[in-house]
């Protein structure tokens, strides 16, 4: 089943990159923990989400200015 494999992507010319891919929920929960911290030096021009495996479902974003983990915004791909 695709709901328990996760890909982080990021975004810094245009358009989403696979950087991680087939992540368990568990490693994803670890990574939320640690990647805001790179996002923050990677700086405001790269944007990171997690989606599904499979599915492109965004599960999360992190992007400035404050570079937490959020839930997306209805209407947001």
Sequence with gaps: MYMDKFNLQVN??????????????EQMQQLEEHSAAIAAIAGESHKWRIVVAG???????????????????????
């Design 55 to 77: 599915l492109d479902e965004v599960i999360a974003y992190c992007q400035a200015p404050d570079y937490q983990w959020q839930a997306p915004k209805r209407g947001r791909a």
């Design 12 to 25: 810094s010319s245009g358009a989403w990159r696979n950087v991680l891919v087939s992540m368990t929920k």
